[in-house]
Structures are given as C-alpha cells and as structure tokens.
C-alpha cells in the first residue's frame, strides 16, 4: 500500500515536470548551515519516527509528507506550508537522503509557482555525517506548521 502511495505522488509530481521549467535550487550542507543561519526556515518532511531515529535541525518546521502508512494529504501538506513560507518567499525542504525533498521542490518550483524552494540534496543522513548540529526530537523541540519565520 505505501509503495502504491509513493508511485501515485511520483506519477503526479513526473506530470508536473510537462509544465514550464524552472530551476531548482539544490544545496549542501554549507549552504543549508548559511540559509538557516539568516532564518530561512527549515521544513522537515520526514516521518515522527525518522525525527525520533536522528534528531533534527534545531528550529525545523516538522511537517510530515508521508505518514507511517505512507499516506499523503497533498493539499493539507501545501496549506500547512503555506503558514511557513509563501510562494515567494525562501524556504529549505530535507528529509532523510534527497530523495522526496527532491521530487517535492520539483513539483513546488514547477506546477505550483514557488520560487525560492532550496532542496538539501543529501538530506540529514550526510548533515549528520558532516557532523553538523542537530538536537533530539520532541513535541515541544520543533516549530509549529503556523509559525511563519520573517
């Protein structure tokens, strides 16, 4: 059933690569550890129990995209990010590896207009490889969805 979840949100972020291209903003550790220094808000889309697993950026906006099912609710996910950062206004996407931040910047950038989307290209894992700073996961540790950073 995830898998099935997973394909169902790729098939719909591959049709949005048909519209107008527009370039993703890719970015490594160093960049990450600049943005979030001038308070470009981090939005970790990882699962309760990846944030458990690893920790997390301090100050991250935890706004899931899959659940623990690998279910998805794409237009509550899109409002919730809303309340963070706007189509125009910068914003850094990470999860585990790249891999879902990647294909979610795509279809932000290209289907949906957002223009300052920064993708971490190798997610937390190689954020904590560098051995950059990340604290331990809990409620009170992250950011509400509604807390827009200025």
Request: hydrophobic share 40%; glycine share 8%.
């Amino acid at each position: 059933m995830k898998l099935l979840h997973t394909l169902s949100l790729a098939a719909l972020l591959a049709l949005s690569s048909l519209s107008a291209q527009a370039e993703i903003i890719n970015i490594d550790n160093q960049k990450t550890e600049e943005l979030v220094k001038q308070g470009i808000p981090v939005i970790d889309v990882r699962m309760k129990s990846e944030w458990q697993q690893t920790g997390i950026i301090e100050g991250s906006h935890l706004l899931t995209l899959f659940d623990e099912n690998g279910d998805y609710d794409l237009e509550k996910w899109i409002a919730d990010l809303d309340k963070i950062a706007g189509k125009d206004k910068p914003f850094i996407l990470i999860c585990a590896v790249g891999g879902r931040t990647g294909m979610v910047s795509q279809f932000l950038d290209r289907k949906l207009g957002y223009s300052q989307v920064h993708n971490v290209s190798r997610g937390i894992n190689s954020w904590i490889k560098d051995g950059k700073a990340v604290i331990p996961y809990s409620d009170s540790a992250a950011k509400p969805a509604d807390s827009v950073a200025q």
